[in-house]
């Protein structure tokens, strides 16, 4: 399964066409926490293009799944948004009803517990064919076969009886290729996948990427993929966005990221992790603790409190994103500190 | 606390756990040297959680044998003062910071509770060592006297750890303790762990599916797959140079620079068995 | 490794913050509390509060309407309705405090007994439970009616037999889940006793559910017991009590004369209420708080 057999279906008419599929522009979210208006995104702005995969990599706090969120109209009832979200040109702020229906057939997610996201008392085949019955009003029978069809594609041979099956009885990796079968279904142009893999074994996660990566190949597929796992996402995405605290803090192309990072948060997240293949005397630990968007400080980076590089000009403002070297970073000192990210801190 | 004499501080043989028709562990051994740190690794359904359950009492073997520090714990306890003596030899630390909690007691009433539990100590002693035992998870006062609701994943694992070292355990048991924890806060617990180790010279065995934490933290590694060893010896050994293919796939699953996922191109991979 | 998130310092005074999450219950808990408040001092000096003797007959009197001192009139045997309802307080909520005091104990025992050893024990608890659950209240009231003779500690008795299996069934529920927490785990690491752990860490964490139990119980009890009085098997006449003047005034109702009989009633009901929306303001904000 791990060769597309035939190049199979090119779903996205402009598949070719260098215009972005999903444009993020100055996004804003505000959630009333207890009585207040806090701030969970600040001023995030990314695309993705036609059949790229786009990574989105932060700890807790950072405003990632957030961000999938509202792409995908997800937000808590009484979220403020500011900005705009534009698929395929159109507003996405500005659907409702059938419309909305129909952009969620060309937008599909996958999430990271397919357990919460599936009905127990249902057989896997109602669920899967249920979007196709219901929204696109393809003939049961169809919608079955088809369900089979791509059952296969994601690994399942006996899908005939899989579709008879209850949640309950498949395993945590089984539940979630189906999940990834159900969300293809529809023919989406865009895939958001927030952590598809975090609950996961390590073995079943390096299965699943495999497929979605090829899947996503075979099919022209976008993909916006969320993780926690800066290697994780340049497995599989061209490009990876970098949050912290609600904001953008570097974009670069994957494969880029961890020898040459442009941003310190990306450099000490990086440094940070343990190495499977030595043992370190001390790990490079970033002090202090992830902050949400709302827990940052409103006029300087907020980073600075946990940075090695933190200087006064760090503290006067919120930077702007700058570009550098094909990326971008959200650092004052950037342009000063390039090449000098890796090393170990100065003073 | 540490044995003087060099003899395993835990010793396992011959394990093996039922559940009804289920062989959830089957005949798993090791030894843990006083002072060394052992990681037992797997993933889900390897035995490995039911291994730590079984170590500290929270489930029984359906045969085998466990001794800590010289004493049998195969069978449940025959007395209270037995049952304390066990707690003051291996302690545990649990994955989930948001549950391994009471929700009602601040960090320094849990404390206190196992002090009070294991020593006859005035007031005053109890309070000193609560501050020792805070300085050195690096909580601070603010912190200690916290409601678990108000603080972080990383600080309420700080506490967890905190309240195991209380009984000053000869064994820690570290169950997926930073899996939950976000990298730069795993980071900053690793770090501590070392630090405790130097300090008070507690043996670890670490239950982890995470082979970077493992290789960070532990000296011997045993690669547990469906409830069977299947591969064990020096963690560096095991990592860089596995010998099961088992682990050799485990190994290659772990997402580095310039990895690729790929799928297992096997007749039947489709067919995985039905859950349960 | 300082936070950056505002840390919580609880007050551990248990008056302040009892008072605290009484404010919390917004006005219509407060309202609540005012009023039971209020049922409790009646409660317990409702007879010397009472302006006439509330057990003095005079048949010339029979029915007649406010006047004067006798702010709610006369019942149908010339007694002072307001001297009454006062008196009758007692037995109105002493019977179902008595009620809710045993069915929660006995019901938060058995639960987190079955709760704590699980397996087989549970399941025998379980059956045994099912078995009460079948009776229903009045039968016992009848069976213990007919062992000690009618009368207000009859009526308690059988009611808190009654009550004892939904307690346990709820509380066990929650028992268990809190059992099955990693901090239980902990503990029994750490070696301490199943009874510590029980009374130290299991009760305390459902004490929000046995508290709204306990409330709502207190209001069905209270019910029960003025039917059970109704009915004869309860509170004897001539005493005081709600439940009795019910029935004892029935009559007056399609005669015309309606306040007795709707006077207690409201007294009953206005009771009920107040327990119910204090219990359930309490519950919540209890929940709420474990977060």
Excluded at chain 3, 169 to 187: D, F, I, M, N, T
């Amino acid at each position: 399964m791990n060769e597309p057999a035939a190049v199979g279906t090119l779903w996205s008419a402009g598949a070719t066409s260098s215009a972005p599929l999903l444009e993020v522009d100055g996004l804003t979210v505000l959630l009333d926490v207890s009585g207040a208006k806090r701030a969970v995104l600040r001023d995030v702005s990314l695309t993705v293009s036609p059949g790229e995969a786009v990574g989105l990599v932060g700890e807790s706090g950072s405003g990632k799944s957030m961000t999938a969120r509202a792409i995908d109209r997800l937000l808590p009832r009484g979220a403020e948004v500011q900005g705009s979200i534009l698929f395929d040109g159109g507003d996405v702020g500005a659907l409702s009803g059938a419309d909305l229906r129909r952009y969620r057939n060309q937008v599909a997610m996958i999430f990271q517990d397919p357990r919460a996201h599936t009905n127990p008392v249902r057989r896997i085949g109602d669920f899967m064919t249920e979007a196709l019955c219901t929204n696109l009003g393809v003939p049961a029978a169809e919608a079955r076969r088809r369900a089979v069809d791509m059952l296969t594609q994601v690994g399942i041979e006996d899908g005939a009886r899989r579709l008879r099956q209850y949640p309950h009885q498949m395993s945590g990796g089984m539940l979630q290729r189906i999940m990834i079968a159900a969300a293809l279904l529809t023919k989406p142009r865009l895939l958001l996948a927030d952590e598809p893999t975090t609950a996961l074994d390590v073995t079943t996660q390096a299965e699943v990427m495999a497929i979605l990566d090829g899947l996503r190949r075979n099919f022209g597929l976008a993909m916006l993929f969320i993780t926690h796992d800066l290697e994780l996402a340049a497995a599989i995405c061209d490009r990876t966005v970098v949050m912290y605290a609600g904001q953008i803090v570097e974009v670069r192309a994957s494969a880029l990221l961890h020898g040459d990072p442009l941003h310190p948060y990306t450099a000490a997240l990086a440094a940070a992790r343990p190495d499977i293949a030595q043992t370190a005397d001390r790990l490079r630990a970033i002090p202090g603790r992830p902050l949400s968007a709302f827990e940052a400080p409103p006029a300087e980076c907020a980073f600075a409190t946990r940075c090695a590089h933190a200087t006064d000009i760090c503290r006067s403002a919120v930077p702007d994103l700058v570009d550098l070297d094909g990326g971008t970073s959200r650092c004052v000192r950037a342009r000063e500190l390039r090449g000098r990210l890796q090393e170990a801190p100065d003073a | 606390m540490p044995e003087a004499n060099g003899a395993p501080v835990l010793e396992a043989a011959g394990l093996r756990k039922e559940f009804g028709d289920l062989v959830a562990v089957e005949d798993v051994s090791f030894h843990l040297p006083p002072g060394r740190s052992l990681a037992i690794v797997g993933e889900s359904g390897s035995g490995k959680t039911t291994i730590a359950r079984m170590i500290v009492g929270l489930e029984r073997p359906t045969s085998g044998t466990i001794t800590a520090c010289g004493h049998d714990r195969s069978r449940p306890p025959n007395s209270t003062r037995d049952r304390r003596r066990r707690g003051r030899e291996v302690q545990i630390v649990f994955q989930d910071p948001y549950t391994s909690l009471d929700p009602r007691q601040t960090a320094e009433a849990t404390i206190d509770e196992v002090l009070r539990l294991h020593h006859g100590w005035p007031a005053d002693r109890r309070r000193a060592r609560i501050a020792e035992l805070t300085d050195l998870v690096g909580l601070d006062a603010r912190q200690s006297r916290a409601l678990p609701r108000s603080l972080s994943g990383g600080q309420r694992q700080r506490v967890a750890i905190a309240r195991a070292l209380a009984a000053e355990p000869t064994v820690l048991i570290l169950d997926e303790s930073v899996a939950a924890l976000d990298v730069s806060i795993q980071a900053q617990v690793l770090n501590l762990l070392a630090d405790i180790r130097d300090e008070t010279h507690v043996s670890y065995i670490l239950i982890s599916h995470d082979l970077a934490v493992v290789r960070q933290l532990t000296d011997e590694a045993i690669v547990l797959h469906r409830g069977t060893v299947v591969e064990r010896g020096p963690t560096a050994r095991v990592l860089d140079d596995p010998q099961d293919p088992y682990t050799q796939r485990l190994r290659a699953s772990v997402p580095r620079p310039g990895w690729k996922p790929r799928s297992r191109a096997q007749p039947g991979a489709g067919k995985e068995p039905d859950a349960s | 490794m300082s936070a950056a998130v505002p840390v919580t310092v609880r007050s551990t005074t248990r008056g302040s913050r009892a008072v605290g999450m009484l404010r919390a219950t917004g006005p219509a808990g407060i309202a609540s509390a005012i009023v039971i408040a209020v049922a409790t001092f009646v409660a317990l000096f409702g007879p010397l509060l009472a302006p006439y003797p509330p057990d003095l007959p005079n048949l010339s009197l029979a029915w007649v309407g406010p006047t004067g001192g006798h702010l709610l009139g006369f019942d149908f045997q010339g007694r002072d309705v307001l001297s009454r309802l006062l008196a009758g307080a007692q037995t109105a909520m002493l019977g179902p405090l008595a009620v809710v005091i045993v069915s929660v104990t006995a019901g938060t025992l058995i639960a987190v007994t079955a709760a704590w050893r699980r397996g087989a024990t549970d399941a025998v608890i379980s059956s045994g439970l099912d078995i009460l659950f079948a009776f229903p209240g009045i039968l016992f009231a009848v069976l213990a009616a007919a062992v000690f003779g009618a009368g207000l500690a009859a009526a308690s008795i059988a009611l808190s037999i009654a009550y004892m299996p939904y307690v346990a069934r709820v509380l066990r529920g929650a028992a268990l889940k809190e059992r099955s927490q990693p901090y239980v785990a902990a503990l029994e690491v750490q070696g301490a006793s199943a009874t510590s752990i029980c009374l130290r860490h299991l009760v305390p964490n459902i004490a929000p559910l046995i508290v709204a139990q306990a409330t709502i119980l207190f209001g069905y009890a209270m019910v029960d017991l003025a039917a059970i009085s109704f009915l004869g098997l309860g509170v004897q006449p001539p005493n005081p009590n709600w439940g009795v003047m019910i029935s004892e005034n029935q009559s007056g109702i399609l005669q015309g004369y309606p306040l007795p009989a709707l006077a207690a009633g409201v007294c009953i009901v206005t009771v009920v209420i107040a327990v119910n929306v204090l219990g359930e303001r309490l519950f919540d904000q209890a929940q709420a708080g474990r977060i």
